[in-house]
């Protein structure tokens, strides 16, 4: 092989040589791997209604196992369902000049369908979901008295929960424990006070 030379037809780093000199590969058999990382494509699969939610060209972020933040475009989206698990596949692309995304290697992969200004949110744990699907959060009021109001969910995200309907600004709601005060019989949950916390990031209950 001295007097051959072999040409990339891509610009990329070698990942893989499977064979040492003086060797002999099968016909037919690549002698060299060359990958282009300068771009990273993340697959990601996601339920129907979330893919409704996403366009081509969406903000994203592919999140490494430290916490890193690379930002991304959404670049595909399935039209058809998987067969196996009833999802979509979403492609999410970023720029790797560093080379700090390693290619095989699994990522969190946050995708933004839409900016919403001024949104209520509450903790997601403090969003009680009933045996009918309705949803449902514990209202703390002034004298620490837990109340049931009904309620309606946006977007979910990132631990958070946003809230369209139901809920005023400045309401406390539970977070620890709100399951267990949904489940009371109304005339233990009419007697029943709650113990404020010390102030603590999502403690119970969490002004809203």
Partial sequence: MSYAR?????????????????????AGQPLVTVMDVSHVIARTHVTPAEAAELIVGADANLVAANGAQTPAKVTQISPALDALNTTV????????????????????????????????????????????????????????????????????DSGKAEVTDGLESGQRVATTGAFELFKLEDEILSKTKVQVAPAAEEEEPEEI
């Fill in 89 to 156: 596949e979403v492609w999410v692309e970023a720029e790797n000049d560093n080379g700090r995304l390693r290619p095989g290697v699994s990522t969190k992969v946050e995708m933004i369908a839409k900016h919403l200004a001024n949104a209520l949110v509450i903790p997601l744990k403090a969003v009680v979901t009933s045996p009918s699907g309705a949803t449902f959060a514990m209202v703390i009021d002034q004298e620490n008295k837990p109340h049931r109001r009904k309620i309606a969910v946006g977007i979910r």
């Fill in 6 to 26: 072999l040409t990339s037809p891509i610009d990329g780093v070698v990942t893989d040589l499977p064979y040492y000199p003086g060797e002999t590969p099968p």
